[in-house]
């Protein structure tokens, strides 16, 4: 039996919608990652993009921890000598939520060109609203909410 490897033809890139809206951060960022690589497709191959585009919405809606929004840290380098910059997660949250779901999901893709590919299918919006109705994107309703 032949090992099946998928085809340009083969691959559809739907459009799915997500609201992040009490939504632990992790939980989010796994299965928008799933989606994203098209591991819940039979048609999924580890080398080949197969997954859909996501779009998030309610992003600053996101559910945490108190202890969580005050510990976690964000840290970035600007490329010169004491240029390290720390945040929290709780401003970082406040000033820049899009951010937030975005690093969660990046740290779950491949580091490797094909994951620079899947989260560029990652479009991440801080409020309801979103310009992606051309596309006829489906809600795909999440299992796990905070309560």
Known sequence: MRTFHPKENDIEHAWRVIDAEGIVLGRLATEVATLLQGKNKPIWAPNVDTGDYVVVINASLISAAPRKLADKRYYRHSGY????????????????????????????????????????????????????????PVVHALASRAS
């Open 81 to 136: 000598p004491g240029g390290l910059t720390e945040e929290s997660f709780g401003s970082l949250l406040e000033r820049d939520p899009e951010r937030v779901v975005r690093l969660a999901v990046q740290g779950m893709l491949p580091k490797n060109r094909l994951g620079r590919a899947m989260i560029s299918k990652l479009k991440v919006y801080g409020g309801p609203n979103h310009p992606h109705s051309a596309q006829q």
